[in-house]
């Protein structure tokens, strides 16, 4: 094996592994299940000036004042309704070799799963214009596909580290 069919190889079985799946709108997604703080349900958030459209504020979450990214409105997704299944993921995500706690919104959470190596592509490539470095490849479940987010590099560009995120 080449170095560089190794260095695929050990990509791809790093990404096997448990993942909480979301819905946004009719698209599944997934997270790696340790990067998932806790969830809980859609609660007050408190909007801060001058920031970007899909930053949608900061919650206090038992003393721990944490950003709140609306997945939607960072992948240029259409608005929704809040509804009773809308609720907001804790991710722990690292920035600058720095843990933080980050609140993201999505539709409603579907399952843990547990997918094998032998069920994730690869990203899909689309060109130099279009970028998918944050997927970090695509989990097929049955007939169906989740696709597995690498939240670090979804959140890269939120600048959340001056929003009085928890950092550890």
């Known amino acids: 094996?080449?170095?560089?069919?190794?260095?695929?190889?050990?990509?791809?079985?790093?990404?096997?592994?448990?993942?909480?799946?979301?819905?946004?709108?009719?698209?599944?997604?997934?997270?790696?299940?340790?990067?998932?703080?806790?969830?809980?349900?859609?609660?007050?958030i408190t909007a801060v000036p001058q920031m970007p459209s899909y930053i949608r504020g900061?919650?206090?979450?038992?003393?721990?004042?944490?950003?709140?990214?609306?997945?939607?409105?960072?992948f240029s997704m259409e608005a929704a309704e809040v509804t009773e299944q809308?609720?907001?993921?804790?991710?722990?995500?690292?920035?600058?070799?720095?843990?933080?706690?980050?609140g993201i919104v999505v539709d409603h959470v579907s399952e843990v799963l547990d997918i094998e190596e032998k069920?994730?592509?690869?990203?899909?490539?689309?060109?130099?214009?279009?970028?998918t470095d944050f997927i970090l490849g695509i989990g097929k479940i049955g007939q169906s596909v989740k696709i597995l987010l690498d939240i670090d590099k979804v959140l890269a560009t939120c600048d959340i580290k001056n929003l009085g995120t928890v950092e550890y």
């Open 1 to 44: 094996m080449t170095r560089l069919e190794m260095n695929a190889h050990n990509t791809r079985t790093a990404q096997q592994g448990k993942y909480l799946t979301f819905a946004l709108g009719r698209e599944e997604y997934g997270l790696e299940i340790l990067k998932v703080r806790e969830i809980i349900g859609f609660m007050d």
């Open 58 to 74: 900061v919650i206090n979450l038992r003393g721990q004042v944490i950003p709140v990214i609306d997945l939607r409105s960072k």
């Open 86 to 102: 809308t609720c907001i993921i804790v991710v722990e995500i690292t920035q600058q070799a720095r843990k933080f706690s980050t």
């Open 119 to 131: 069920n994730i592509e690869e990203a899909p490539q689309f060109g130099t214009d279009v970028n």
